[in-house]
């Protein structure tokens, strides 16, 4: 089966300001993204990637656009069912405001247990991005065999719980897992098993330099929505 190469989308104005995007519409990449989204062609160099699929959200196609720009005549999609998590009535609030929400707490400790005000539950999220995936496999090993290599971008919280899948984890783990703007996770899928081929690989280390600012935001919690990574 194909191995599937997920992009976090590039770092975008809603990360910077520290608000939980959701499906808000108009929330594009900040300069940083921008930055991350051109170097995208090179770190993929050589990859044949056989089929780009995106989120729909205006970052995720933002991030894609340098690679398809790069690559004339790659195929690309568009798919629903990778699109962030919706959020609901926490869409467009501010992460230091939710920190305060009664249900935060269930949302870092017990994610299988939440349905968002207004929106979807993550085990609908973490459902509906597995089924795609599956699906996606499918077809990309239907029309390009069982060694291809296929591009998803999509959002934090759906390539972690991607990923929590993969790993065989149940989703009340998956906040232990980070995937920063622009990483790379890949997955291999074979005939039995999943393999868990790189992890949020953004080629630089800098998140783990020590950081003069990081006890005034520092929080034993993962950021809902995946967080705007290194500084």
Same mark, same amino acid.
Do not use: F, N
């Given at each position: 089966?194909?191995?599937? *190469? @997920?992009?976090?989308h590039g770092r975008s104005t809603a990360n910077t300001a520290g608000v939980l995007a959701g499906r808000a519409p108009g929330? $594009?990449?900040?300069?940083?993204?921008?930055? %991350?989204? =051109? &170097?995208?062609?090179? /770190?993929l +160099?050589?990859?044949?990637? $056989?089929?780009?699929? #995106? #989120?729909?959200? %205006? /970052?995720?196609?933002?991030?894609?656009?340098?690679?398809?720009?790069? /690559?004339?005549? @790659?195929? #690309?999609?568009?798919?629903?069912? *990778?699109q962030e998590c919706d959020y609901g009535d926490w869409s467009g609030r501010k992460l230091s405001e939710l920190s305060d929400e009664p249900l935060m707490a269930v949302v870092q400790q017990h994610p299988s247990a939440v349905t968002f005000p207004g929106g979807e539950s993550m085990r609908g999220m973490q459902a509906r991005a597995v089924d795609a995936v599956r699906d996606w496999n499918d077809?990309?090993? =239907? =029309?390009?065999?069982?060694? $291809?290599?296929?591009?998803?971008c999509s959002h934090g919280d759906i390539?972690? #719980?991607?990923? $929590?899948? &993969?790993?065989?984890?149940h989703l009340d783990l998956f906040q232990r897992i980070t995937v920063a703007p622009c990483s790379v996770t890949a997955i291999r899928y074979t005939a039995?098993?999943?393999?868990?081929?790189?992890?949020?690989?953004t080629g630089e280390l800098g998140a783990l330099?020590?950081?003069?600012?990081? +006890? &005034?935001?520092?929080?034993?919690?993962t950021a809902v929505g995946g967080g705007a990574g290194a500084p």
């Open positions: 089966m194909p191995t599937l *190469i @997920l992009v976090r929330v $594009a990449l900040d300069e940083r993204g921008a930055r %991350q989204a =051109a &170097a995208l062609p090179a /770190r +160099a050589g990859i044949p990637v $056989a089929t780009v699929v #995106s #989120s729909p959200l %205006q /970052r995720c196609r933002e991030t894609v656009a340098p690679l398809l720009a790069a /690559r004339p005549g @790659l195929p #690309s999609h568009t798919e629903e069912r *990778i077809r990309i090993e =239907a =029309a390009y065999g069982t060694d $291809a290599v296929y591009l998803m390539i972690k #719980s991607l990923v $929590a899948d &993969a790993l065989g984890l039995v098993r999943p393999v868990l081929l790189r992890l949020g690989d330099a020590p950081r003069e600012d990081r +006890a &005034a935001d520092a929080s034993p919690d």
